[in-house]
């Protein structure tokens, strides 16, 4: 898994079918780089999360048939950068 | 997910028959790098997109036999650079 | 595999379903970059460990059916930096 | 897909019995790296191609049981560097 | 798959039961980055060897349920740096 910051929300109304409505959220990487996850968990922006990435990533969702291959599956109790 | 940009069209005649025809994007990564991604959702040259890679690119995908590794699932509402 | 070495617990309370009760520890690989794993053989923080990924990160879990994409698959008994 | 140039052929006597006879390709990716796929379309050397990777290499392939993990899935029909 | 040349073998005598008793080696990457490799084919040191990744990486071992995310699968005939 990769620690993550949640950064935004993302609005993406024109979507496959296959992501349906699910939640998706803006991440920064350690590098800085940006990504966009799904967010079964409800995390806040700002926080530091864990992300699991390929198949994992859909198993993650209560619903596996998100076709996703980035989804927050955790929220650190205490992290500094 | 990862967040793109169309950059264009890509025309390839001789492809293996796993493609079948499906419509190609050049698309221009964060980091400048390009890629190749089926695009199942019509995005147009310019747009900001949200890709998805591996096996979930397949399920994308209307048809799941396409052998792709990348997928355009969205278009981004609002995305400055 | 990769090489990497163990740097901290990981504390991760409110978490997915699917990451159970998952022993989790912070990895710092060669580059210097900060991963999350699960551990199903208990290495101490400081060892070098080796690490895979993707869908083996799952089957190297006791139980398959955890939603990790990473896990330490072995303790390496002899490494210098 | 990646999009790389087709730089040589690869001559592999010793092999796992899994890749069978395939025919393999040295690639130079954007970035100058080298890499090896498998190729069924037969793409001469010094071409533009696009490769696909993961589990899909495997799919684009005539024999879906070759164990490769980059196929080259189609030659472009035009592009300048 | 990628090009790497064999560096070490790897002891690991605590490791998880799904590697079993997998021959393991250190390559290092045209990167200099350091991996470690199951290896069917008996690959010794000094050669450069091509490896295959992810699910492909279990498919190419004589027992696909040796947990590796990569595997050697062929010995390169000639090459030189």
Do not use: F, H, Y
Not at 21 to 38: I, M, N, P
Request: proline share 4%.
């Amino acid at each position: 898994m990769e620690i993550m910051r949640v950064k935004d929300e993302l609005v993406c109304t024109r979507r496959v079918e296959g992501l349906k409505a699910a939640s998706l959220r803006v991440l920064e990487s350690q590098a800085g780089k940006l990504l966009v996850a799904t967010d079964p968990v409800g995390a806040p922006i700002g926080k530091w999360v864990i992300t699991t990435s390929g198949s994992a990533a859909r198993l993650a969702m209560p619903d596996v048939k998100i076709m996703t291959d980035l989804t927050i599956c955790g929220i650190i109790d205490n992290w500094s950068e």
